[in-house]
Nanobody, 115 residues
Framework: QVRLVESGGGLVHPGGSLRLSCATS????????MAWYRQAPGKEREVVARISSGGDKMYGDSVMGRFTISRDNVWNKVYLQMNSLKPEDTARYYCNVQYKQREYWGPGTQVTVST
């Protein structure tokens, strides 16, 4: 069974940094595109970044140049390095994979950017 578990969220001041991790199990990780999404209260879930099995990366407009997605095909993890954080980055962040025509999500990790 596919399982995704996020970690690394927390409270950070504007301009600060956080590194999120997503541990995966139950799938041949290296073969699949991984993604990070986020959802703020009262807003729709939006894609933050994607990384293909080959390492190609895509970012949402609002995080371009500040966030970096990466993957470790040995430890089956995907990461999101978040720099220059802004209050509008406050949201719950989710790891996502599409596997055998189903979407899988982790429980998420909360990121709060505030003074």
């Amino acid at each position: 069974q596919v399982r995704l578990v996020e970690s690394g969220g927390g409270l950070v001041h504007p301009g600060g940094s956080l590194r999120l991790s997503c541990a995966t199990s139950g799938l041949n990780f290296r073969l699949h595109e991984m993604a990070w999404y986020r959802q703020a209260p009262g807003k729709e879930r939006e894609v933050v970044a994607r990384i293909s099995s080959g390492g190609d990366k895509m970012y949402g407009d609002s995080v371009m140049g500040r966030f970096t997605i990466s993957r470790d095909n040995v430890w089956n993890k995907v990461y999101l390095q978040m720099n220059s954080l802004k209050p509008e980055d406050t949201a719950r962040y989710y790891c996502n994979v599409q596997y055998k025509q189903r979407e899988y999500w982790g429980p998420g990790t909360q990121v709060t950017v505030s003074t």
